[in-house]
Antibody, heavy 116, light 108 residues
Framework: EVQLVESGGGLVKPGGSLRLSCAAS????????MNWVRQAPGKGLEWVSS????????HYADSVKGRFTISRDNAKNALYLQMNSLRAEDTAVYYC?????????WGQGTMVSVSS | EIVMTQSPTILSVSPGDGATLSCRAS??????LAWYQQKPGQAPRLLIH???IRATGVPDRFSGSGSGTEFTLTISSLQSEDFAIYYC??????????FGQGTKLEIK
């Protein structure tokens, strides 16, 4: 069974940092392009960042550029999102998503709350 | 950035009836468009990709159509499990990948 499992969410103060992880199983992770998508409470979906299978191309939404860093470890079948200088508006559920022409496989999400 | 606009925001329909959801792109995305369904507390689920291709396991009462800037998701004979929020997303010109704001399909 193909599965993406996020972890690392939690409550953090404004200006703080958090590192999200996504463990992939049941797929050939090293060949997959991956993304992070977030959803603020009661709001719609917002693409955050993407990384190609070999990390040769990386993109960020303007809202997180310079603060967030996406990375991956293909040997560990893992995707990461390092989030620095967190703001209240970063509060959201963060989803790890496989991209294969569309966003076809989603994790269950991990909640990040930024509040003092 | 391509802006995706969905209408209506809320659609009230009776079980057994059909529903038509619309998505408009601010510029052509050809057929590089996907539809997702999201239920409360769950991750989104891919329904349609390539504007009209049903994803694996999606019932054939779901159909997508359109190209360019105008797209439609049609659900025939609504079942109780179909009441959810639906999002469209373009894959034509990125970054960023952009989503519509969603249409909530509710029971009338």
């Amino acid at each position: 069974e193909v599965q993406l499992v996020e972890s690392g969410g939690g409550l953090v103060k404004p200006g703080g940092s958090l590192r999200l992880s996504c463990a992939a199983s049941g797929l050939m992770f090293r060949t997959q392009n991956m993304n992070w998508v977030r959803q603020a409470p009661g709001k719609g979906l917002e693409w955050v960042s993407s990384i190609t299978n070999d990390a040769s191309y990386i993109h960020y939404a303007d809202s997180v550029k310079g603060r967030f860093t996406i990375s991956r470890d293909n040997a560990k079948n893992a995707l990461y999102l390092q989030m620095n200088s967190l703001r209240a508006e970063d509060t959201a559920v963060y989803y790890c998503v496989r991209e294969s022409g569309s966003f076809d496989i989603w994790g269950q999400g991990t909640m990040v709350s930024v509040s003092s | 950035e391509i802006v995706m606009t969905q209408s209506p925001t809320i659609l009230s329909v009776s079980p057994g009836d059909g529903a038509t959801l619309s998505c408009r792109a601010s510029q052509s995305v050809t057929t590089n468009l996907a539809w997702y369904q999201q239920k409360p507390g769950q991750a989104p689920r891919l329904l349609i990709h390539g504007a009209s291709i049903r994803a694996t396991g999606v019932p054939d009462r779901f159909s997508g159509s359109g190209s360019g800037t105008e797209f439609t998701l049609t659900i025939s004979s609504l079942q109780s499990e179909d009441f959810a929020i639906y999002y469209c997303q373009q894959f034509h010109n990125w970054p960023p990948y952009t989503f519509g704001q969603g249409t909530k399909l509710e029971i009338k």
